[in-house]
């Protein structure tokens, strides 16, 4: 089944101390009648919701199909801004609460429910109907606003919890007529989402009301010690804290009393006027035989002086890039004899270097010898024959090992002498003569 009740003292479904009252309905056709003021609940029970869905194919096994919930007002994609929801997975129940105002009395409001069957992918809708009324005597007076630590929102709006909540708050309060009027998770008011540790709680503001003025134990948390240790984040000293310390961890540096009786009504009436406009004459509509336009003009000033303008300037770059152009033998008359000499003799020398270096022979050094020659492309025969033993070549042949040496004594500043030693070799039968090593001073 699904269960719906509201807490107020007097009413049917009441807290009154002894016992706890919770109306039951079906959710098909039912309707409930909200007062004002007062806290309502409405537990959408999945047992209920598996019966509208097919049996689970194997008989004997139990169906544990999870199940979640959309809640929306008919014809509206969300919710009454009053009403809250929540289901926090698909194999718990889901709950619907809030308190309406003033504002929703009389309003037609329906509810639309639909559940989900994320196995079959199958839904099942049901309509709650919620006629709000007022009462004079609700919202009480007296209101008292309580943050509780060790608990989240759907553990409160269990209808046990809540109980035992509200009879802690009789105790400590004795009042005649006490009632819960709104219940609000701390994520809703820019709390942070707690870490996975420790069994860390979100916490919930538990909003109560009574007809009577607050106890003094309550009136302790105003005084001037227990203001300065909430300002130095300690715990104050509450005497009645361990009337609810064996269930609820209550922060008493964030509780809120309020007293209506004592609010200054800030409304003032508002002056209506006689809704009438000020005479601004009779409206005359544009006539409907408008004359034609000719936009000829306008077609010459937007296309047609650009483009004349851009002709024009080419014209002009093309009569400066051709025909003020100066030849070469007007160019030669106007530049003086001396420096035409100048840049010819430089051509010349400049092209006869070029051709020298194309017919110069490069000696390259043993290490790097080409396979190719460098001009001809022709194979460069090797060294050494194929039959020559190389297993005995030294590393660094010394003087006494290279044929076809020349020593070249040259004297130095100083009187002494140096010997040059030079190595004669042919490439590609052009005879060259190359440096190879200096001996020490003789």
């Excluded at 759907?154 to 035992?164: F, H, K, P, T, W």
């Excluded at 060294?383 to 010394?398: A, E, G, I, R, V």
């Amino acid at each position: 089944m699904l269960l719906s009740w509201w807490w107020a003292l007097g009413d049917p479904c009441a807290w009154t101390g002894k016992g706890r009252g919770t109306r039951r309905m079906s959710p098909a056709t039912a309707g409930t009648f909200l007062l004002t003021g007062v806290l309502f609940v409405h537990v959408l029970e999945r047992e209920y919701f598996k019966g509208e869905f097919p049996p689970y194919p194997k008989p004997g096994e139990v169906s544990n199909d999870p199940i979640t919930f959309n809640t929306n007002l008919m014809g509206y994609p969300d919710r009454p801004g009053w009403l809250r929801y929540i289901q926090r997975t698909p194999y718990s129940d889901g709950v619907l609460y809030g308190s309406p105002t003033a504002e929703n009395v009389g309003k037609p409001t329906i509810i639309e429910i639909t559940a989900y069957n994320r196995r079959t992918f199958e839904t099942a809708r049901h309509n709650l109907i919620i006629n709000i009324m007022s009462a004079e005597e609700f919202p009480l007076p007296y209101q008292a606003e309580f943050f509780i630590k060790n608990m989240n929102v759907e553990e409160i709006l269990a209808s046990e919890v809540l109980g035992d909540f509200l009879g802690a708050v009789k105790n400590v309060w004795q009042p005649e007529r006490l009632n819960a009027i709104n219940i609000t998770s701390a994520l809703d008011r820019g709390g942070r989402v707690p870490l996975p540790i420790n069994d860390m709680k979100e916490g919930v503001y538990v909003m109560v009301g009574a007809d009577v003025a607050f106890s003094s134990c309550l009136r302790e948390v105003e005084n001037p010690q227990n203001q300065l240790r909430c300002s130095q984040e300690m715990e104050p000293v509450i005497t009645c804290d361990k009337k609810f310390r064996t269930q609820f961890y209550i922060d008493w540096c964030k509780i809120s009393l309020v007293d209506k009786t004592k609010q200054v009504s800030t409304y003032q009436e508002v002056v209506r006027g006689e809704g009438i406009l000020p005479d601004g004459g009779e409206y005359k509509p544009p006539s409907e035989s408008l004359k034609s336009r000719d936009y000829y003009t306008d077609f010459l000033v937007t296309l047609a002086v650009p483009s004349a303008v851009a002709l024009v300037l080419f014209l002009i770059l093309a009569y400066i890039m051709c025909c003020r152009r100066e030849g070469v033998e007007k160019r030669n008359m106007q530049t003086p004899d001396i420096q035409l000499v100048h840049h010819s003799s430089i051509q010349k020398s400049t092209k006869e270097l070029r051709d020298m270096s194309k017919n110069r022979e490069i000696a390259w050094p043993l290490s790097t010898l080409p396979v190719f020659h460098p001009v001809t492309g022709e194979i460069i025969p090797p060294l050494h024959t194929d039959n020559y033993d190389s297993t005995n070549m030294p590393l660094m042949q010394t003087q006494q090992n290279l044929p076809h040496q020349t020593q070249i004594p040259q004297q130095q500043t100083t009187g002494d002498f140096r010997l040059t030693t030079f190595q004669r070799f042919e490439v590609n039968g052009i005879p060259e003569e190359r440096k190879l090593t200096e001996a020490m001073s003789l």
